[in-house]
């Protein structure tokens, strides 16, 4: 198993797993020619992946969707209200709906799909099962429901949005409308609820954890990171690895 952050931020956002039989992309923020390149950087070919899943329809999670799937001739997984959302992504020649709460089998994985509170169609979060344990994935959320926390239960791997640090949010440039929407019930996670969510997922199998969708004009790594080791310097269950998305470049790959 392998799992990286291939773009993290407002400006796109990917993800790569691999397993023992698969290589798939969840959401594609990236241009067909980014992406490739991005994946060559690990090892992979656009031509060798598999399928691409789409948790909402927001440009930075979606801007390349048509050419990324026509050039590696992908099938799509997303929710019809989701793809109704889209803005003229062109031709799909293979395209799965799903429907929010349910569970996708695809080659060696079993994909959850998970209602989450954001401002898009039928956004979803994702818990993806391989040979080697799950992935869970929970980024453009407002809040953490109670769903959203027992379906992330018993990951190995956990991709949990940190967006933004409250001072920097409430002191920073944004116009007042677009500080509320942020900082609302349909928008996307602090550092703190970020660090609240890792703690109440906590267990002794949990190895790695992203930090993603950090906001560049209302973060820092450092801040987001420190919020995280002050929920794991309290406990000795587990020492993950913590690994930050960016936006300029694929992160760390996480391996099993």
Known sequence: MRVCLLASGSKGNAIYIESRES???IDAGLSAREMGARLQGLGVAGEDLDA???SHEHTDHCRGLGPICRRFRLPVFVHPQ??????DPGKIDC????DTGSAIEFRDLRIETIPLTHDAAAPVGFVIETAEGKIGIATDLGIATRLVTQRLQGCRVLVLEANHDEAMLRDGPYPWPLKQRIRGNHGHLSNVASARLLDDLLWDGLEGVFLAHLSEVNNLPALAVEQARAVLGQQNRCQPQLIVGTQAHPSLCFTV
């Open 23 to 25: 290589r798939i992309l």
């Open 52 to 54: 691409l899943f789409i």
């Open 82 to 87: 989701t793809w109704q959302a889209l803005r």
């Open 95 to 98: 395209l799965q709906e799903f």
